[in-house]
């Protein structure tokens, strides 16, 4: 709220201040009250677009999901990471995984009967340093260009054959939106490139969003093997074939038919591919969880739905204890 603002505002460093005084006075050194005017009568226009309230997913079933959890002899589960697994935060690098999370998941892992993956979009390093020093956790990075089996510990490219002639193209428009709009960023990844407006006014960051949505598509992917998949407060382009959904699909077929409980929590629309490849899986419905993040009427693949990371996070530790009671210990 008003207050939390005063508070960011009073107590922040010297650096920080002349960092946002300088991204001010850059924005409003380059637009006009004419251009202001204009931005303003189109956000009109799409302020009408709200979420139907017709179609609602059930909060996620804890003690059912456990049932399932307990009386499973192999399990694989798949969690993303930002938003996920922490709370999304105004600054990526800022993201660190909680305490409480990397304990439960340790735990996860530890037990012989669970294949634990996370399936993040960051990039290989950052989840290195972050869960790196878990043994037996798999890992992939950048929504699914990389995969790290916990078997043999190196990661794979899976796009060394792909095409990358697209990235000059996509960083001109990215840097074209981030001078338009204060406090956002592009950042480049090996795979892909993600434009973030976590720090833009609210409403001109997604207003900005959906234009730089518009202008991609009419200028890279209408002739590019590439895609634009819209994140929390980020627009993320990568390959067309790349995506969480295929390391769903290579981590099932990877685990066999005899898979007893399946867990996959995410919370944007990148998540939403891993929800489709296990729905299309194969699997016997009554086996896997899909669980999205956010409100219950937001559009999704999901079948059950948390309100925020803290409950997926609880739920963890929930199944950590039955797998500390399977082993008998206390």
Known sequence: GVATAIHEALSMSKEDRVQKHQ???DHVSRHTAEFWAESFI?????AGELPSLLNTTPVLDEQVALKTYRNANKRLLMFDYDG????????PGAAFPPPKMLEALATLVADPANYVFI????DQQTLEDWLGHIPGLGLSAEHGSFIKYPENGKWINLTEDMDFSWKQEVTEIFNYYTE???GSFVEHKRC???WHYRLADPEYGIFQAKECRNHLENSVLSKRAVEVMVGKKNLEVRPHSVNKGEIVKRLVVSCGTDLGFVFCAGDDRTDEDMFAGL?????DHEVYYNCTLGSATKKTQAGWHVSEPKEIIEFMQSCAKVSRELAGVA
């Open 23 to 25: 991204q001010q006075f």
């Open 42 to 46: 189109k956000e009109l226009y799409i």
């Open 84 to 91: 996920t697994l922490t709370p999304i935060v105004k600054t």
């Open 119 to 122: 399936i993040s979009g960051r």
């Open 180 to 182: 338009r709009t204060q």
């Open 192 to 194: 892909s490139i993600t």
């Open 279 to 283: 729905k299309n899986s194969g699997l």
